[in-house]
């Protein structure tokens, strides 16, 4: 079946301006995940999605970066007035109820000039 | 959640079997341990996970001390394919993921 698909596969913007990555989890999956990769670290959590509520948050840098999931299924990353330290590798990831398991995106590549 | 350690990098040859150690001395009694792995340009995969008892599946082998301090994760025949970035992660809940910096792992023909 599909696995999780994020759009879009590539973003460059411009410092100040807003952005939005979509995540498009397997179908069926209650929980939503999202995580920062920097380059050459590993991935670091920024909210987790329990249906359409944000059950934990505490991984978002700062009030710039807000995650929605109006639906319990799609989710957009929205990140208002970029910095360049925004630039990142942005992964998506899903699971369904009870399941350890994460399943991860290809990612968004983010470049802010 | 505990803290891990791993070596940065290791080689290994196609066909041998791979074993890549994790430390976890902190870890505490809730605590499961997960690796994942990650193919250049690719999101993380999940590989396997274990609270204390040595688990296998079809893709690798999990052993965790009898102290829980340390794991190795075992990949019986490596391939080139397995070459990638390999993360061992402590975590008492499924959601909330601690990364670091996992070993680069080579497979060499």
């Known amino acids: 079946g599909a696995g999780v698909s994020q759009t879009p596969s590539n973003k460059v913007t411009e410092k100040g301006k807003y952005v939005e990555l979509r995540c498009d989890p397997i179908s069926g999956h209650t929980a939503l995940y999202w995580y920062r990769q920097s380059l050459g670290q590993g991935p670091e959590f920024l909210i987790y999605?329990?249906?359409?509520?944000?059950?934990?948050d505490s991984g978002l840098p700062n009030d710039r970066f807000f995650a929605v999931r109006p639906e319990g299924s799609v989710s957009t990353l929205k990140i208002q007035r970029t910095e360049r330290g925004d630039s990142a590798v942005y992964l998506c990831?899903?699971?369904?109820?009870?399941?350890?398991?994460?399943?991860f995106g290809p990612g968004t590549r983010l470049l802010v000039l | 959640d505990a803290k891990t350690t791993q070596p940065p990098s290791m080689d290994c040859a196609e066909g041998r079997a791979a074993n890549l150690p994790c430390n976890h001395s902190?870890?505490?009694?809730?605590?499961?341990v997960y690796w994942y792995r990650q193919i250049h340009s690719q999101g993380p995969q999940y590989i396997i996970h274990g609270l204390k008892n040595n688990e296998t599946n079809e893709m690798a082998s999990l052993i965790i001390t009898e102290d829980r301090k340390s794991s190795t994760l075992i990949l019986p025949h490596a391939t080139l394919r397995d070459t990638a970035v390999y993360y061992c992660?402590?975590?008492?809940?499924?959601?909330?993921?601690?990364f670091g910096a996992g070993t680069t792992v080579t497979v060499r023909a």
């Open positions: 990831a899903s699971s369904s109820q009870g399941s350890e398991t994460q399943y």
């Open positions: 902190t870890i505490s009694g809730n605590e499961y």
């Open positions: 999605f329990q249906g359409t509520g944000a059950a934990d």
């Open positions: 992660i402590v975590a008492s809940n499924d959601y909330k993921l601690s």
